[in-house]
């Protein structure tokens, strides 16, 4: 990954805890929606810089996964604790993106890396939770109750597509271990005298 992919990524995490207080402080404004929206534009400069580099790994595929997860659960964390999201969100967020790392580690544990596959339902797992998070910043922006609702819908969506990604992921992890190892066959064996 280059520098400069790596600074998009490390802007989120530092921006993490900003944006978890400033989503959760009582005070209007468009604070919120500006540290979000640099968050989203971070995120999409750094996987183009690592490409456009020709950089792109499995480590920076980890970091910029990571980051988003740092972005967004504290916020998650809050908006759960205020009631403006089920706190089963952050919670189904959580285990979903340890579930990813977890089956990340068993197809790269040969190499002594941690290979992250993407799955679609991971990635709108990804995109559900970024989506919360963007439509509590615009309603703390607008102070508005009927858009409340509206991130409490959206977040039981992203509750749904969160299970839904982990199932995915202990499916993945039953199905390789119940898979027998190949082994190479052996020589077959001379008899005596041949």
Known sequence: ?????????????????????????????ATPLVLYVTAVVSDVADGRL????????????LFDHAADVVFLLPALVVLGRAARVPFVLPC?????????????????????????????????????????????AIADWHRSSPLDGIVYAAALAAVAVNLAAALER???????????RTIAPSAPRCAEGE
Do not use: K
């Not at 600074?7 to 005070?27: D, E, K, Y």
């Not at 993945?172 to 119940?178: D, F, K, N």
């Open 50 to 61: 690592a490409r456009a580099s020709g950089r792109a790994s499995p480590r920076g595929r």
């Open 92 to 136: 189904a967020v959580a285990l979903a993106f340890g579930l990813y790392c977890v089956d990340g580690w068993r197809r790269g544990r040969d190499s002594r890396t941690i290979s992250l596959v993407p799955s679609r339902s991971g990635t709108a797992a990804g995109v559900a939770n970024y989506a919360v998070a963007g439509l509590a």
């Open 170 to 180: 202990v499916q993945s992890l039953l199905r390789s271990e119940a898979s027998p």
């Open 1 to 29: 990954m280059s520098a400069a992919a790596h600074l998009c990524t490390l802007l989120r995490v530092l921006l993490a805890p900003i944006f978890a207080w400033t989503i959760g402080a009582p005070l209007p404004g």
